[in-house]
């Protein structure tokens, strides 16, 4: 959220080139970071098992991790899915570029107003996370696959609504239904899948 804010910021008073740099630097933070956590994870891992278990090198790791995919490739409920999944990802379209375009420059929001909905879209994904664990964590996958679909339709129908610009026939300005359709739906829609 952090990020989006201060891309908003940036974008809207300075060259994208600095929005660019910014983002690499936190990239780079990020990875330091992240071999930093390696290295005391590690060192804490050799503390507790204290030799129990010699160490493996890369390539047997790698083959027992890839022995351990086979193992659960070969499970129904995993292979399913995973085939539902790839089919879902290869079959629906995106309409991310288009939608950019309508938003920029059809309705005319700024570059802030659509920075902000990045950072509305990190919130939305912050509840639906929350909502998973609370309601969702115990269900069956099936189940989950099948509201997100029902929510994809009705996002399709919701996405038509404001292409048309039906949202100003009920009176409903561009900026607030977009808010509360990214809330609802986006909300809903990262909870499910």
């Given at each position: 959220?952090?990020?989006?804010?201060?891309?908003?910021?940036?974008?809207?008073?300075?060259h994208?080139?600095?929005?660019?740099?910014?983002?690499?630097?936190?990239?780079?933070?990020?990875?330091?970071?992240g071999?930093?956590?390696?290295?005391?994870?590690?060192?804490?891992?050799?503390?507790?098992?204290?030799?129990?278990?010699?160490?493996?090198?890369?390539?047997?790791?790698?083959?027992?991790?890839?022995?351990?995919?086979?193992?659960?490739?070969?499970?129904?409920?995993?292979?399913?899915?995973?085939?539902?999944?790839?089919?879902?990802?290869?079959?629906?379209?995106?309409?991310?570029?288009?939608?950019?375009?309508?938003?920029?420059?059809?309705?005319?929001?700024?570059?802030?107003?659509?920075?902000?909905?990045?950072?509305?879209?990190?919130?939305?994904?912050?509840?639906?996370?929350?909502?998973?664990?609370?309601?969702?964590?115990?269900?069956?996958?099936?189940?989950?696959?099948?509201?997100?679909?029902?929510?994809?339709?009705?996002?399709?129908?919701?996405?038509?609504?404001?292409?048309?610009?039906?949202?100003?026939?009920?009176?409903?300005s561009?900026?607030?239904?977009?808010?509360?359709?990214?809330?609802?739906?986006?909300?809903?829609?990262?909870?499910?899948?």
């Amino acid at each position: 959220m952090f990020g989006s804010l201060l891309g908003a910021v940036i974008t809207e008073h300075y060259h994208p080139k600095w929005s660019f740099l910014i983002y690499s630097m936190f990239g780079l933070i990020v990875a330091v970071l992240g071999t930093a956590l390696n290295k005391s994870v590690e060192s804490d891992d050799e503390e507790k098992e204290e030799g129990k278990k010699e160490e493996l090198s890369l390539i047997q790791e790698l083959k027992r991790n890839a022995a351990s995919i086979k193992e659960a490739a070969q499970m129904p409920e995993v292979y399913r899915t995973i085939l539902y999944l790839l089919l879902a990802g290869l079959t629906s379209p995106s309409f991310s570029e288009y939608f950019y375009f309508f938003q920029m420059n059809v309705i005319k929001f700024s570059k802030f107003q659509y920075a902000m909905l990045g950072v509305l879209g990190y919130a939305s994904l912050t509840l639906g996370t929350m909502f998973y664990n609370r309601f969702l964590s115990e269900k069956e996958i099936r189940f989950s696959l099948q509201i997100a679909c029902w929510i994809g339709v009705f996002g399709s129908l919701v996405s038509l609504c404001f292409v048309m610009r039906w949202n100003l026939l009920l009176g409903i300005s561009d900026i607030a239904f977009v808010v509360l359709t990214d809330v609802v739906l986006g909300t809903l829609g990262l909870a499910y899948t």
